[in-house]
């Protein structure tokens, strides 16, 4: 295979790929929009595969090919073709099936594991370029790789490697396959500034040596710093860790295309890199939380039951279906704030029926979406809309906080450390600083969980439970929102 330039009409096609993927993010940032932005992103995706696929075939020299005719110089490679038509149509199919079967509530973990395989596929182009150079048209006649290109494999193969073991890690962790508290190591400071301080020296020396031990040395540290830098932290910054290995995950595809000659993929790149960067350093924000603090392991470390007695020691009110039904029947205005908890039981069209009898009997209802409810980005968005939860009653926490003062219900399904009110009284909490919401202004608290046992992935206690208006619903979140439900039809 030997590199072209880019002809004109592929560079148009390209240009139109990106104004489509632009044109995504811009209807990915509502969930009214959202599926016109699916579809924007899928029709660019479509038309920048499709150009690279004619405008990089693999060509074989009739010429010199015995048996061929030699009255042309080239022809298209159909052996090569068809292996790549083979791959695209099995990874095509995997991503048809998983994504047919996959339950929303494995939504996060699912998108860890394909942040790890962006991550694997750019340190495995780096290598194949590092390893064929001049089919690349990244190095001279003699293999000697160009000063640029030397840098661009050095940081794509280096972010690869960070993005593909990081979010392994947190696959493992939002799968519940490893512990989702923080893990500290001795010394971990001391241990990823003097692991990266290396990678960028190994990045440096590389301009100079293009040594085969070099690309292997970066390589290996950055698998290894990707894990250190994940494990200490906490679950409840999982949603800014997926946030933040999808940005990592752009600019590792951004390198890459430099070394591949590909604009689609370095303006794809670009796009995801930078929208990942905002949207950490935004959820970051929303948990009163600096972007260095949460990437170097900080929150969450000392998590644990706080709030002064012992659980088992504190008094707290048990209530019934029945008793919900009747006092959300009665009230005017109800606010219900969904979490993790609500994904896991699929409660979203049972909940989304109960806000339907509840406005047929004259009831306000909103919902209280957290920046950082659930295990990624918009979780709870997602679930809503998917049960058709009208967009205009979905409110964030800035837009919403003040409105619980003057709520009859505040009614909490399968959330908790979004409305622990440790995170603005307890200073030694791990979550102290992080917005949440304001239930305890409400004049009725219902609070569904399974059990008295568990608290919230930061694992801190939460003193909603022993409230004087606070009533427990213990149980699982689906079979008691239909509970009730039958209380509300009757």
């Not at 280096?158 to 010394?187: D, R």
Request: proline content about 4%; charged content about 15%.
């Amino acid at each position: 295979m030997e590199h072209v330039a880019t002809p004109s009409w592929a560079m148009l096609a390209y240009l139109i790929s990106g104004v489509l993927f632009i044109l995504a993010l811009r209807g990915l940032s509502s969930p009214a929009t959202s599926r016109t932005g699916n579809r924007m992103g899928m029709i660019g995706m479509t038309i920048a595969v499709a150009t690279t696929l004619v405008t990089h075939v693999p060509k074989i020299d009739l010429a010199t090919t015995p048996g061929l005719p030699a009255y042309d110089t080239s022809y298209l490679d159909f052996g090569s073709i068809g292996l790549i038509v083979a791959a695209i149509a099995i990874g095509g199919a995997i991503g048809w099936v998983t994504a047919r079967k996959i339950a929303m509530t494995d939504m996060p973990q699912l998108v860890a594991a394909f942040h790890s395989l962006v991550g694997l596929a750019a340190v495995l182009v780096g290598w194949a370029a590092y390893l064929n150079p001049i089919a690349f048209g990244i190095a001279d006649a003699d293999g000697v790789i160009h000063l640029q290109s030397r840098i661009e494999l050095g940081l794509g193969v280096a972010i690869g490697a960070i993005t593909f073991s990081g979010s392994v890690i947190a696959f493992l962790k939002l799968a519940g396959k490893m512990s989702g508290a923080p893990i500290m190591l001795p010394g971990r400071h001391v241990i990823n500034l003097g692991t990266l301080a290396a990678i960028i020296g190994l990045t440096a020396y590389f301009t100079q040596d293009q040594g085969l031990w070099v690309i292997a040395t970066i390589t290996a540290l950055s698998f290894i710093i990707g894990f250190l830098l994940i494990i200490p932290i906490g679950g409840a910054d999982m949603p800014v860790v997926v946030s933040m290995l999808n940005s990592y995950s752009g600019w590792a595809a951004a390198a890459m295309g430099f070394t591949l000659h590909n604009t689609a993929m370095i303006i794809t790149g670009a796009l995801v890199g930078s929208s990942g960067a905002i949207l950490s350093y935004i959820m970051c924000k929303a948990m009163n939380r600096s972007f260095i603090s949460v990437i170097a392991g900080g929150f969450g470390a000392d998590a644990g039951p706080s709030g002064g007695e012992a659980r088992e020691q504190r008094p707290w009110k048990r209530g019934s279906a029945e008793d919900a039904a009747y006092m959300l029947g009665e009230a005017e205005k109800v606010i219900i704030i969904p979490g993790y908890g609500m994904a896991v039981s699929q409660a979203q069209h049972a909940l989304r029926e109960m806000g339907d009898l509840l406005k047929a009997k004259g009831v306000e209802v909103k919902y209280a979406i957290h920046p950082v409810a659930g295990r990624m980005p918009g979780h709870m968005n997602v679930l809503l809309a998917e049960a058709n939860v009208p967009y205009d009653e979905v409110f964030e926490l800035e837009d919403i906080n003040s409105e619980f003062a003057t709520a009859d219900v505040a009614f909490i399904i399968g959330a908790n450390d979004v409305v622990n009110p440790a995170a603005k009284t307890d200073k030694s909490s791990p979550i102290y600083g992080m917005p949440v919401f304001d239930v305890d202004k409400a004049k009725q608290v219902f609070f569904i969980k399974r059990s008295m046992g568990g608290v919230g992935y930061a694992g801190v206690d939460n003193d909603v439970f022993y409230m004087d208006q606070t009533l427990m619903l213990l149980a699982d979140a689906k079979k008691m929102v239909e509970d009730i439900n039958k209380g509300l039809a009757h």
